[in-house]
């Protein structure tokens, strides 16, 4: 009996984890171009909010490096000038484009060196805490 309670409830912890898992944010296209060892990052990604309700992004974490910002750049008196974000929010049935030269996410202390090909693991945190894991290909850049 105590090993059909154990299963049932394995088994409701399981679908729980999945239905959490199940992020309404799709990703298109993430990637990082490659730069020297122990040089900051940038990633960039297309953010498809399929879900019913607009998407807040306030952090970023990976197991690969000491920190993650949101950013964005601006041409301001002939000078493109990069400025943190506090959030990002990303509209219901939307997209939001990170791009070189635009928004994107700055990866800082890295915690090794990287190659082509080699993927970049990122967690992007919403306002509710909610985590939407999505895999950054390092490539050249184009």
């Given at each position: 009996m105590i090993r059909i309670q154990f299963l049932a409830a394995a088994m409701l912890l399981l679908g729980l984890n999945l239905a959490l898992a199940d992020s309404p944010l799709k990703f298109e296209d993430p990637w990082s171009p490659l730069a020297p060892p122990g040089?900051?990052?940038?990633?960039?990604?297309t953010i498809h909010n399929q879900g019913d309700a607009d998407i807040t992004l306030v952090d970023a974490t990976s197991p690969q490096f000491g920190r993650i910002e949101l950013h964005t750049m601006t041409m301001d008196e002939g000078v493109m000038r990069m400025?943190?974000?506090?959030?990002?929010?990303?509209?219901?049935?939307?997209?939001?484009?990170?791009?070189?030269?635009g928004r994107?996410?700055?990866?800082f202390e890295p915690e090794g060196s990287f190659e082509d090909g080699d993927t970049i693991n990122v967690d992007l945190i919403d306002s509710d805490g909610n985590q939407h894991s999505v895999g950054l290909r390092v490539r050249p850049r184009d």
């Open positions: 040089r900051t990052m940038a990633g960039f990604v400025r943190r974000l506090d959030e990002l929010v990303v509209t219901s049935g939307r997209k939001v484009v990170l791009q070189p030269g994107h996410l700055m990866l």
